[in-house]
């Protein structure tokens, strides 16, 4: 199991917007692209994936226990901020840090 497996801190931190092209049927899609009814309109050229703008964020599409054990429910098809999130990013022991656990 990978560490993000037993993180997901970033899935309950982050707000992830990305372009509509990203979402299913969308030019720029990869899989079957996300779907539209885990998202959140913002403006004509930005969605976001429900539930990470909320007070306490947890993305919609996140199964699983923080810190214990999780997955992307739409892992083949989410979108390019969650594809380019690293855990070489500083912003992942930020993200580890809110939720409790310890630093990589």
Sequence with gaps: MSVCQSCGACCATFRVDFHPVELAGGAFAWGAG????????????????????????????LAGEIGQQVSCTIYDSRPSPCREFDTEHAACNRARQRCGLAPL
Aim: aromatic share 0%.
């Design 34 to 61: 996300v779907p539209l009814e885990m998202t959140v309109p913002v403006t004509a050229s930005i969605v976001r994936m429900a539930g990470t703008d909320a007070a306490a964020p947890r993305c919609v599409a």
